[in-house]
């Protein structure tokens, strides 16, 4: 069983940074892709950014590329993912989630199998 845990939101002015760390345990078979989600309220969850577990290939959607860079640390087991320039508008739930989505579902929250308890961000004007 993969157990996933995130940390590093909380409360920031726009402009500032953060940086979001998701701790994985467990066994992980075959090439997973670690991935951040967020959902602020009243909106449907979105995704962020990808990263293929050992590997250096990552991915973006639009809302994450520019300002966000995913990353990870093999030896730690964990994801990591910087937010720079934050604005009020970035302020959600962030979610980590590790599966093996084909590349036509990798936003799509259903194709991931495990789900951290999220960390809340909110960046103040």
């Known amino acids: 069983q993969v157990q996933l845990v995130e940390s590093g939101g909380g409360s920031v002015q726009a402009g500032g940074s953060l940086r979001l760390s998701c701790a994985a345990s467990?066994?992980?078979?075959?090439?997973?892709?670690m991935a951040w989600f967020r959902q602020a309220p009243g909106k449907e969850r979105e995704g962020l950014a990808a990263i293929i577990r050992g590997s250096n290939t990552k991915f973006y959607t639009a809302s994450g590329e520019g300002r966000f860079t995913i990353s990870q640390d093999n030896a730690k087991n964990t994801a990591y993912l910087q937010m720079n320039s934050l604005t009020p508008e970035d302020t959600a739930m962030y979610y980590c989630?590790?599966?093996?989505?084909?590349?036509?579902?990798?936003?799509?929250?259903?194709?991931?199998?495990?789900w951290g308890q999220g960390t809340q961000v909110t960046v103040s004007s």
């Open positions: 467990g066994y992980f078979y075959g090439s997973y892709y």
């Open positions: 989630a590790a599966g093996n989505p084909t590349p036509s579902r990798r936003w799509q929250g259903s194709a991931y199998n495990f």
